[in-house]
């Protein structure tokens, strides 16, 4: 595996370990943890709209960018209606007092439902890295503004995790350790994406960046407006709008370099 997939994804893994790690030592305020989820999720959408999608569309073409990236928007939606949040922030928002007292039963569930997430997580950025050499300076700006967007997403991530653990009853220990074992599934998608689309055509890696395109879709605007929109309406657009304008101030730069 290159070196820089190998850290790209080990960075992203140690930055959803350490938003666990903070959310287990100092406890999570639903306020601190709406705006970081929102900008995350800004981040995501900014670069869905502003890296993958002009991306994909040149290879692709629409019919091509709307199948890849609404079979990853279905998959999430899916996933989420019949196993389990796919969004921590999503499942933050649901879990109260009755569901920790059933906690054993929807552990598996969420479980199984965050490590989809993750593993796209991990594919994005290799695919992002494979795409950097099969597209020149587009690539670039695909690979670099993934970088971010995800990073700044996993720190809300972990966050959010960590808070459902710490609601369920966990230590802070046990609730950093579960932490850990769900995000080390990011590593697992990393290695596969790079097994698999390290030799595959422009085509193919377009279709997989634009399938999890679609999940980023989904996860930004369930996150923000199916759920925590609610609770603090300003708070929640202010950085959604923040996240937004950061990926797409990024992406014009990247491109005008």
Known sequence: MESMTIANVALAFALAVGGGAL?????????????????????????????????????????????????????????????????????????????????????TAMTLALTVHCVADG???????????????????????????????????????????????????????????????????GILGWLFLRHASTFWLDAAVAHVGGGFFFLAVHAVFGEILKHHKALVLTNFAIGLSAMAIFTFLLRML
């Open 23 to 107: 959310g287990a030592s100092l406890g999570t305020s639903h306020h601190r943890l709406c705006a970081l989820i929102s900008l995350g999720a800004g981040t995501l959408l900014g670069v869905t709209l502003f890296a993958i999608l002009p991306e994909s569309l040149v290879v692709l073409r629409w019919w091509g960018t709307l199948i890849a990236a609404g079979s990853g928007y279905v998959l999430f939606a899916i996933i989420s209606k019949y196993v389990y949040h796919v969004c921590p922030a999503c499942a933050a928002s649901h879990f109260d007092e009755t569901a920790t007292h059933h906690f054993s039963e929807i552990a």
């Open 123 to 189: 594919v994005a950025l290799a695919a992002g890295h494979e795409a950097e050499t099969s597209h020149a300076h587009g690539g670039r700006v695909l690979d670099l503004s993934l970088i971010l967007a995800i990073c700044v997403h996993k720190v809300p991530e972990g966050l959010a995790l960590a808070s459902l653990l710490l609601g369920a009853g966990f230590n802070r220990a046990q609730t950093l350790l579960r932490v850990a074992a769900v995000e080390s599934t990011t590593l697992l998608g």
